[in-house]
């Protein structure tokens, strides 16, 4: 198994490397980087690559470690009991499996993706580190040890909200994605907008890359928010001019909801533009 990148996913060398070697170790490969960049999608793409499976694990800040194994519905049971249903006398039927035995129970390789890992609370990763080391767990209802049929492929995503515990770290292989530099954006704008006029993308490329740039932006714009400017760019057939004309003393660009999404960055690239008019006097 060797990931190469896909037709729709622009994967550098580096996050090549380093997927294939979390692969080769065996070991959970740490994905973290700005939001935007590509995290989640990674394992999107990698699934479609290796023709695998892929279990989501999408992770909240309500999300506990022991839903990922399974959960047991005591209190169905009970009422169950009282009711006289006659399933109760099957534990079974109340145990619900949690994505990680939907892994481990996979006759085929799979990949299983636990997504933004930082939301939850600060054990939730040193509560996993038994289940993703040796690759079983044991069900106490039902005395059974689950082990792992084929050792999935582990993608863990983090947007860095908060530090991960050091033995964690130390049972991952750990990649950092790093913001595109314009060469490797303009490969990423191929894949989406194939037939994009040239002259509109270098100077919509130079407007985003100047947006960047601002010190002070609460939240830079990703490689997605600048996928869905171009889109309605495009859509809106705005032309190269409106953009390459466009009144120095407007910091906001057109369309700027699709970049800016938050009001104090709106309201920073406004003053900006105000010491500026007030330059140019």
């Known amino acids: 198994m060797k990931f190469e990148g896909t037709q729709s996913y622009v994967a550098t060398d580096d996050l ?3 997927v294939n070697a979390a692969i080769t170790l065996e070991r959970p490969l740490l994905i973290k980087g700005e939001p935007g960049t590509g995290k989640t999608m990674l394992a999107e793409q990698l699934a479609e690559a290796l023709g695998a499976k892929l279990i989501t694990w999408h992770i909240k800040s309500t999300t506990k470690a022991h839903q990922g194994l399974y959960e047991y519905d005591a209190v169905s049971r009970l009422r169950d009991s009282q009711l006289g249903v006659d399933k109760v006398h099957d534990v079974r039927n109340y145990i619900k499996k949690g994505k990680l035995w939907e892994a481990f129970e996979s006759e085929e390789r799979a990949i299983l993706l636990i997504d933004e890992i930082d939301k939850a609370d600060i054990e939730f990763p040193n509560d996993l580190l038994q289940e993703l080391d040796k690759m079983e767990f044991f069900v106490y209802e039902t005395n059974e040890t689950i082990k792992a049929k084929q050792r999935p492929i582990i993608i863990i995503t983090s947007n ?7 033995a964690f770290l130390r049972r991952c292989f750990f990649h950092y994605i790093a913001f595109p530099d314009r060469d490797t954006m303009q490969r990423i704008v191929d894949v989406h907008f194939p037939n994009i006029k040239k002259d509109l993308l270098s100077e919509a490329m130079d407007i985003f890359f100047d947006v960047r740039k601002v010190p002070g932006l609460k939240k830079k714009p990703s490689t997605s928010e600048l996928v869905d ?3 309605l ?3 809106d057939d705005i032309p190269e001019a409106v953009l ?3 009144d120095p003393t407007k910091a906001i660009p057109p369309l700027y909801g699709a970049l800016v999404k938050n009001e104090q960055d709106v309201q920073l690239l406004e003053r900006l533009a105000f010491m500026t008019r007030r330059q140019n006097r």
């Open 16 to 18: 090549k490397l380093a």
């Open 160 to 166: 860095n909200e908060k530090e991960l515990p050091d």
């Open 233 to 235: 760019l495009m859509a």
């Open 229 to 231: 400017w171009l889109k």
């Open 244 to 246: 390459r004309d466009r």
